[in-house]
């Protein structure tokens, strides 16, 4: 880990993840952010997320005038890279109520989602890799091939 921390955003569809609004808001914060919204491999995709230290999945909370915005599999997938991952989650209670607390840093609005970027970028090192460590285990114990087999037993009740 080096300081300043390496954000980074590899949409996959810039206006579904908003990133016009994401590095926007990093302006804002007088912070930088690695965007790059080339498709590439899988593979490659996830070298060039294990190159940074908190990943940006999504910010778009009214998408074609409609509320939007709820982490997909990019957020698990860097997750479980070992990334603090900050994204939206518009049905977190309903996630919650399914699946447990959740680690991820949400962002509600814009101010909501400076704030957290800015607080992240001061965080002392030991913090970030405690966060980072705590988005893994989220990612393997919530959502892994294992973690989403064994709740499927139990729904099936197997």
């Known amino acids: 880990i080096r300081k300043p921390y390496v954000f980074a955003h590899y949409p996959s569809n ?37 190159n940074c230290d908190i990943y940006v999945e999504l910010f778009k909370p009214i998408l074609e005038g409609r509320p939007y915005g709820s982490f997909g599999t990019t957020a698990a997938e860097a997750a479980a890279l070992g990334k603090i991952v900050v994204t939206q989650n518009l049905n977190a209670g309903l996630y919650e109520r399914t699946y447990g607390d959740c680690p991820l840093i949400l962002a509600k609005d814009e101010e909501d989602f400076v704030q957290k970027i800015k607080w992240l970028n001061a965080l002392p090192e030991k913090e970030i890799i405690n966060l980072q460590q705590a988005h893994r285990d989220w990612a393997v114990n919530k959502h892994s091939f294992k973690a989403t087999g064994e709740r499927l037993k139990t729904i099936l009740e197997l």
Do not use: C, P, T
């Open 14 to 50: 810039v206006k579904v993840k908003g990133s016009h609004e994401i590095l926007k808001m990093f302006a804002k914060a007088h912070l930088s952010i690695s965007i790059n919204s080339q498709i590439i491999d899988h593979g490659l995709s996830w070298q060039r997320m294990r």
